[in-house]
Each structure stands twice: as structure tokens, then as C-alpha cells.
């Protein structure tokens, strides 16, 4: 079983910044690609940020420049800098990854945390 716990989620001001962090545990072999979605009231779920086991990213054009996403692979965990926020991107953020676990067959899920919101509001 594999857990992810986000933190850093809260209210902040229209330009302000926020990190988002994400730990994953439990029967990790190994973490392939990792992620950050966010979900807004009344709308799907968009990917926000991706990023690799090697350090390769992708951003969803909206928070280009603005945010980053990086990875410590010692320590299993995602983080994603929201810097310049702005309203519209108060939304519910959950992390993503892709797990090889340490079963008989070191079988492969994608696990997804709870959730934590972020809201960008004067």
C-alpha cells in the first residue's frame, strides 16, 4: 500500500506565493512520473505541472513562468512553487505518482493523494 500526504495548501493573496508539497510512502520501489492536477469548483480536473524520474517537466500553458515543479527522489516527494497567484487559480491541488511497488511482481499503480486547496483571494 502507498500513501501521498500534500501540505502547504491555504488562502493567499492575488500575487502572492505558496508551496505544495507531497510525500509518498509505504511500498515504494521505485516512483516514475509525478504530478500535480487541480480541480476548481464546477470544472474538470486539469493537469497543472508534471515531472519525471529524470527531471524532465511539462506545465499546462496557464501557469507557465509562474510555477515549478520539482521533485527529491531521496525523499519520494513532489513540490510544486505557485509563485505570481492569481485568482483564477484557486482550485482543490492533488498530487499524482506512478509507483513500482515493492510487490512479488513489483507491479506498477498510479496512486493520488487527498487534496489540499488553495485559495487566491484579497
Request: proline fraction near 2%; hydrophobic fraction near 35%.
Amino acid at each position: 500500500q502507498v500513501q501521498l500526504v500534500e501540505s502547504g495548501g491555504g488562502l493567499v493573496q492575488p500575487g502572492g506565493s505558496l508551496r505544495l508539497s507531497c510525500a509518498a510512502s509505504g511500498s515504494i520501489f521505485s516512483i516514475n512520473a509525478m504530478g500535480w492536477y487541480r480541480q476548481a469548483p464546477g470544472k474538470q480536473r486539469e493537469l497543472v505541472a508534471g515531472i519525471t524520474f529524470g527531471g524532465n517537466t511539462n506545465y499546462a500553458d496557464s501557469v507557465k513562468g509562474r510555477f515549478t515543479i520539482s521533485r527529491d527522489n531521496a525523499k519520494n516527494t513532489v513540490y510544486l512553487q505557485m509563485n505570481s497567484l492569481k485568482p483564477e487559480d484557486t482550485a482543490v491541488y492533488s498530487c499524482n505518482a506512478d509507483v513500482v511497488t515493492t510487490d512479488a511482481y513489483f507491479n506498477e499503480y498510479l496512486y493520488w493523494g487527498q487534496g489540499t486547496q488553495v485559495t487566491v483571494s484579497s
